[in-house]
């Protein structure tokens, strides 16, 4: 099979997406029934370059004009006719655009992926422009896909009550586990404070300052042994905005902003929590919670995101979006000692060992893209 994969950016700032999708392209290069994948983007200042490349791998970077429309882009495209398949990571973008309109062209399937674009909560954001996106492009681009794939059942529902009738794959993102080493278990005896984590990108949608009221609303003596780390990056005006409601909160003592987190530092400042948080208002899946996890963290997150498996294998709570919920919560985790939270997190590590490996989701997308291509047996994970 030769594939095209396009994504708007692979910038390593952009977060879930470019990890995810990388991680996906790196693992498809090992199959045998791949001969060949081309992954175009947009240029970037720190494109995420060291996956996606073998021998049967080619990234090629394109400059945008100020539309966003790449003629570079259209020209590659020209060329790449005789690919089988077309998978764009996400919508909006007309990058994304000028791709599938060129599978169309050649009459070749092409797959969707949402990333959680269709989400309700995305959906009323910049409401307006989204509106004449989908007249001008994006509902024809979605609705003539030959499949779009969702990372969860909650993100397939929202996409069939938009009206979509496509074929939706449900497969969940993958994590390389070579990537995300299990932290090393720390002695119960420590005078050191016990840390809370909260790594994404720093956003209002992320429910951040949902966590700086609830820790404000948690008394000093049920938190005294317990300081937050926020990490990631974000818009410098929204991070200043939070700067001040912790100096505001009285929370400076507690509470520190350290910046973004890649590479070893990341898995470094994740060995160092002995709890995660992600207090989200909405994600398709939630990339630092599968990594926390896989690092031995335990979790705490919303039903904003599909994590309920985190009742099931005992690694977190999976809790309603709100301050009342979210301090109910943490009152409970923040007496629990280090050993429990260590078990916690070893159960964690199974979590994703058992169900969101990268060897596993690429599996199911040969499986899905040799369906979409040849016509044979339906995957039991596609919702006709």
């Known amino acids: 099979m030769k594939i095209v994969h396009c994504i708007s950016s692979l910038d390593i700032s952009t977060g879930g997406p470019a990890r995810s999708s990388t991680s996906l392209i790196n693992e498809l290069l090992l199959d045998s029934s791949i001969s060949t994948i081309d992954v175009l983007t947009l240029l970037s200042n720190q494109p995420i370059i060291n996956q996606c490349i073998n021998d049967k791998g080619n990234i090629q970077f394109f400059s945008p004009s100020i539309s966003k429309y790449s003629k570079g882009l259209k020209k590659y495209l020209n060329k790449s006719k005789e690919s089988d398949i077309y998978h764009a990571h996400g919508i909006w973008g007309l990058t994304m655009h000028q791709v599938v309109k060129e599978a169309r062209k050649y009459e070749k399937p092409y797959i969707i992926s949402a990333r959680g674009m269709l989400e309700p909560w995305s959906m009323q954001q910049s409401r307006l422009k989204k509106k004449l996106a989908m007249f001008l492009y994006q509902h024809k681009d979605l609705k003539n896909a030959a499949c779009i794939h969702a990372t969860a059942l909650s993100e397939a529902e929202s996409i069939r009550n938009l009206g979509y009738k496509n074929p939706i794959a449900v497969i969940p993102n993958g994590i390389d586990l070579s990537e995300y080493p299990l932290k090393e278990k720390k002695n119960e005896i420590s005078d050191r404070k016990k840390t809370l984590l909260f790594l994404s990108r720093i956003h209002p949608k992320k429910g951040i300052e949902i966590l700086l009221e609830t820790w404000e609303n948690i008394s000093k003596v049920n938190r005294k042994d317990w300081q937050i780390e926020i990490a990631g990056n974000g818009e410098e005006s929204y991070i200043k905005e939070l700067d001040d409601k912790i100096v505001n909160l009285g929370l400076q003592d507690s ?37 926390a996890l896989a690092c031995g963290v335990p979790v705490i997150t919303t039903k904003g995101t599909p994590w309920e498996d985190l009742k099931q294998y005992q690694s977190g709570a999976w809790i309603d979006i709100g301050v009342e919920p979210l301090k109910q919560c943490l009152e409970q985790y923040l007496i629990k000692d280090r050993s429990e939270l260590q078990q916690m997190g070893v159960n964690g590590r199974k979590l994703v060992e058992d169900k969101y490996s990268i060897q596993s989701v690429a599996k199911q997308f040969i499986e899905l893209y040799q369906w979409m291509i040849y016509k044979n047996n339906k995957p039991n994970f596609v919702i006709a």
Do not use: C, W
Request: hydrophobic fraction near 40%; charged fraction near 25%.
């Open 255 to 291: 509470v520190k902003i350290i910046g973004p987190q890649f590479g070893d530092e990341k898995i470094e400042t994740y060995h160092r929590a002995d709890l995660f948080i992600l207090p989200t208002y909405s994600e398709n899946f939630g990339m630092v919670v599968a990594e």
